[in-house]
């Protein structure tokens, strides 16, 4: 082996070279750190320089202990290397030498790991030199944690009052936590800010650390925004993350309270609901908000108050007022509110005026108000004049009527009242239609109406052309009287419609003129038979009306007079058949009905028809076939 014969040969070098008193020279160079993640593979660069070259040198890795001791990790000599048992490193190291680099490579690193490492060169001489490495390891923390308090915080609270907490965990080296508000850091200024945190070292020796924020709280800052900043390390730089944002709710005290009306926008009338909001610029939790109105208290919900059907009793101020339960601290606003009204209109004189004809007829019509208003008058839904006073120079008979004042607010949809009047003109009674009016008719009961107009209402009389009264019933209209009479006919006759009153009298002329029926006769000969047929024309009851209220005749249907002639004519051909079958049997006229038609002419010569007027004696016969003959060709 070549061990055994190249031992003498070193030995005797070695002696030589201490002989003449001439020693090696061995430099080391290392870094003062390496910085690496946790998990990862360290990578400690040993570099070296020797004037015996690398046969007779021997590398040796060491670790620094707490106790300031070292323990050997690994040894490497000429003719062999190995990592030392029973060592944190000994299943995780290796070195790799290449010329004059000793490499030692540490796997799977842990905090645990941050050490200082020792490199130790030595040569065949008693010369050596060594170099140190500190190893640091880094562990990224988990991302922060932030919980702010559930509850609110009051402003009038005298300490401070816990904003959050903020936590990270498994860090390494220690993180550090600083606190935001509005992106501004906030830093420990006791007793307006204290921030209180704490740090825990886990098993695996990593760092876990919490902050606390408390700090006495403003009104400015219900709008706030609160979170954490983690600031960590990694090789080579330092990095930072941002926990979530949080907001805290902050109870204050109001300094002013508004009450408004919320509805209805605009102005307010009689019979309205009206809505009143109540609020101020505090969130104080413990409150009560009262609504007050002429010594009247009443409820608010959700901030309002509501009161229907509101009368102009119900304006006035209301007082929105705050009171918080602690300290009984009072604070209030007030509004004015206005309820607009519209009475009921009067009309005078009231109800009812009566003038004489050709007088001035005046009335006036006034409804209080809080408003503006407009007043107009109508006759018959047309309108007749506009401001509160209806005037006419001189009042005729047509000025009569009921007239409706209306009054309304024009800057306030839906305020309106009304009153009516009735206008009576004193004169003569007037009879609607002309003085003489013609009546035809074919039926024997006849309806007449008169209508009248005038004040006071006339008395209607009703008489016939040969003095008699007729009786009827007669009602009072808006501006006169009516009557209807109802009687029996049976010629010509004029009927008298008297209307009087105090002031005058005035008759209006119905003649009534009956229609006669006309008679139709048929005579049927060999065998002589005569039929007589009566054409009765269709005959209603119609009613006669002057024009506008005036008297009328009512005029019937002619249907059932109709019905009477189809059944009149039916009987009567019934009748022939009989009397033609008897003449057949010779029981008419003295014939034995054994009779020879024979000799005779052919039956169309032989059947004549007989045409009578009730007016002439002449009779002109037919055949069937409507030739004329003679009554000597009988």
Known sequence: MALPDTAPLLVGLLLLFHAFGAWAIVEVTMEDKVEVMAGETAQITCMFTTDEGLGGTT????????????????NKEPMHEAAEQNTLFTHRISLNVNGTAAVLAIRDVGVRDNLEFICVI??????????????QVFKSPTFPTIEAVETGISVNEEAPSKIGSCRVKNGYPKPNITWYRNNMPLRNTPPEVVVTSSTTI??????????????????????????????????????M?????????????????????????????????????????????????TIKHQNSEYSVENKTMVRTNVKRLDGGVYECTFEETDNFDEISGSTKVSVNYLESAVITPKDSIAVMEGEELKASCNALSSLQTSTTWFKNEKLVSKGNTLSVKSATLETAGMYKCVVTVPEMEGMKTSSTLQVNVKGSPQILGPDVQEVETYETTVNLT?????????????????????NALQ?????????????????????????????????????????LNTTLTTITSMPTISTTTRSTTTISSDTVQTPTKSPNIKKESKGFVIAIIIIAI???????????????????????????????????????????????????????????????DQ
Not at 59 to 74: A, D, G, H, T
Not at 500 to 514: L, P
């Open 59 to 74: 590398i040796q890795w060491f670790y620094v202990l707490p106790n300031k001791e070292r323990q050997r990790i690994y």
């Open 202 to 239: 886990e098993s695996s020796g990593l760092f876990s650390v919490q902050s606390e924020l408390t700090m006495k709280v403003k009104k400015e800052h219900k709008d706030a925004v609160f979170y954490c900043e983690v600031i960590y390390f990694v090789p080579g730089a330092t990095k």
């Open 241 to 289: 993350t941002e926990s979530q944002h949080i907001n805290i709710t902050v109870y204050y005290l109001p300094t002013e309270v508004n009450i408004w009306v919320e509805s209805p926008k605009g102005k307010i009338k009689e019979g309205d609901t009206l809505e009143l909001r109540c609020d101020n610029n505090g969130n104080y939790p413990s409150s009560i908000t």
């Open 475 to 515: 009602t009072e209209t808006e501006d006169g009287a009516q009557s209807v009479v109802t009687f029996k006919i049976t010629s010509n006759v004029k009927v008298f419609c008297n209307a009087s009153n105090d002031f005058g009298s005035k008759v209006v002329e119905f003649n009534i003129k009956t229609i």
């Open 122 to 135: 030595k040569t065949l001489t008693p010369e050596e030199a060594e170099g140190r490495t500190q190893l």
């Open 450 to 470: 008169c209508s009248a107009t005038g004040f006071p209402a006339p008395t209607i009389m009703w008489t016939t052309s040969d003095g008699k009264n007729l």
């Open 570 to 632: 039916f009987l009567l051909a019934i009748l022939g058949s009989v009397l033609y079958f008897l003449y057949k049997k010779g029981r008419i006229c003295g014939r034995s009905g054994k009779q020879d038609f024979s000799k005779r002419k052919s039956s169309k010569d032989n059947i004549v028809v007989e045409m009578k007027s009730d007016n002439t004696e002449e009779a002109i016969l037919l055949g069937v076939n409507g030739e004329k003959q003679q009554p000597n």
